[in-house]
């Protein structure tokens, strides 16, 4: 596959004197993909195609602007296979984790293709006699979409859809890490027959393209994910020219295991929320609060299953979990693992290297993690999963609140009044009750609170809104020529 970015139409291979070279973390010995990386040239270039494109796309029909992501997504459905192929080789999940990822992306897509029938305003009373008052829903300009290599296909399914349906002209800047993914989306765009300009994508370093679309006047909105260190950033300087932001930057999520709880289908959820993956999603189960009258239980099923993922290549059938994304990441993991060890918790599973010529981490779980410890407090985004006691219900919840995220989390009881409680009180903003931490659906709104999300939610209409504007509009029909003073 050809690596290049693309600008108003056409592929461009920058002439930046930068190369990448991405290897499969499941076998650094395999190049995946050398490219000429593009610079502040080529991010200034697709801004100004996006803003010359912008005057057009604007005024074709929002149902008009829904079938070309429509044509997307059914094109998508035919090459599902190839994306998550591409996918796996990419950033390393298993190959079944990358067709459902695929398989999300084309529901977003299809939601997204029928929401220019849904390009909603309001019609409201007016305090005044002969005036008809309403709101109606318009573009924001030319926006920026800075994605993570994660998801690489699902999220910018959920960002550049809504985007272009609102009417809006998009500048993408996929992760260099999985630009193969972002690349075949925007191929799929262009097949779908978007016009040159209004979808433009620049594949290069945060510090040259990403610096470029969070500063340039034209950029009108951003919408982010990734680490919480740039997503502050991208709030400070969109800031400064009256952007409007949404970022989505990471969680720390627990489970909360009652005594009535069932304790088969806690462990099955635990393991899927920590190990799925590689525990390398925002949603991950990254602490479990047991009871201790059912720890002992819980820890002994949970162990059995945790040790039936095999890392290994997810082309592999007989792999059930895949690498860390790279070297940068499976250091990091392995230190928090290391920090883990000195700070007094009790490893009780994994905490190595697993075999193989690949970025591979033994599924690790620590027990008897105290709230001070930084793998019970810090975002870890590998497989990593802390145990921690309790005696009552609300030690649980005080637990789960004392970090600075805010997303997902999860509760398994049979007691309505404690369901009820952890709904009202987790400071979460996607609550699971007898389910994982994970998972998300395009109908639904999809984010945080806290350190986890700034602006808007995402997906469903939430995530429509946040590329649009409110205009309010009054007519008056009285024939006077003014407007009377309300009392």
Request: hydrophobic fraction near 40%.
């Amino acid at each position: 596959m050809q690596i290049r970015s693309y600008i108003n139409g056409k592929w461009v291979t920058p002439d930046s004197g930068r190369t990448v070279r991405n290897m499969n973390p499941a076998n650094i010995s395999e190049c995946v993909a050398e490219f000429a990386s593009a610079g502040e040239r080529e991010a200034l270039d697709a801004i100004e195609a996006a803003s010359k494109a912008f005057a057009q796309w604007r005024d074709v029909p929002a149902p008009e602007r829904g079938r070309y992501v429509a044509r997307c997504a059914e094109k998508a459905r035919g090459r599902a296979e190839e994306i998550a192929r591409v996918m796996t080789r990419e950033e390393g999940k298993l190959i079944k984790e990358a067709l459902g990822e695929v398989k999300k992306g084309i529901s977003l897509l299809e939601y997204y293709g029928g929401a220019g029938f849904r390009l909603n305003g309001q019609t409201i009373p007016s305090e005044l006699a002969n005036c008809f008052a309403y709101t109606i829903r318009r573009p924001i300009g030319v926006v920026g979409i800075i994605g993570p290599w994660n998801f690489p296909w699902a999220i910018p399914c959920w960002k550049v859809a809504p985007a272009l349906v609102a009417g809006n002209t998009v500048v993408f800047k996929p992760a260099e890490l999985t630009p193969g993914t972002a690349t075949l989306l925007v191929e799929l765009f262009q097949e779908a027959g978007l016009p040159p300009g209004v979808l433009n994508m620049v594949i290069g370093p945060g510090s040259a393209v990403g610096e470029a679309i969070i500063h340039h006047p034209h950029i009108r909105a951003v919408s982010f994910t990734g680490s919480n260190e740039v997503g502050k950033r991208v709030i400070e300087e969109a800031a400064k020219t009256n952007k409007k932001v949404q970022c989505e930057m990471g969680g720390k999520n627990a489970l909360i295991l009652m005594e009535d709880g069932d304790v088969d289908a806690a462990v099955a959820a635990t393991a899927d929320g920590a190990f799925g993956s590689t525990g390398q999603r925002c949603t991950a189960t990254s602490r479990v609060l047991v009871h201790e009258k059912v720890k002992d239980e819980f820890m002994t099923k949970l162990l059995a299953k945790a040790r039936e993922y095999v890392p290994g290549n997810g082309m592999d059938a007989a792999a059930t979990m895949g690498p860390v994304v790279d070297k940068k990441q499976f250091e990091s993991v392995l230190s928090y693992i290391e920090s883990g060890k000195r700070e007094g918790a009790r490893l009780v599973l994994g905490g190595k290297k697993a075999a193989g010529n690949g970025y591979f981490i033994e599924p690790t779980i620590f027990n008897n993690v105290t709230p001070e410890m930084k793998i019970f407090q810090e975002e870890i985004f590998g497989p990593v999963l802390a145990i921690t006691p309790f005696g009552d219900f609300s030690k649980a919840i005080s637990f789960s609140n004392c970090v600075k995220y805010g997303f997902t989390g999860a509760i398994f009881t049979r007691d309505i009044k404690n369901i009820m409680h952890f709904i009202e009180h987790a400071e979460i903003r996607m609550v699971h009750i007898n389910e994982p931490t994970i998972g998300g659906e395009a109908q639904l709104p999809f984010g945080g609170c806290k350190a986890t999300g700034y602006g808007d939610r995402e997906m469903a209409d939430d995530g429509l809104n946040f590329f649009t504007q409110t205009k309010t509009v009054f007519i008056n029909y009285s024939g006077r020529g003014e407007r009377a003073m309300i009392r």
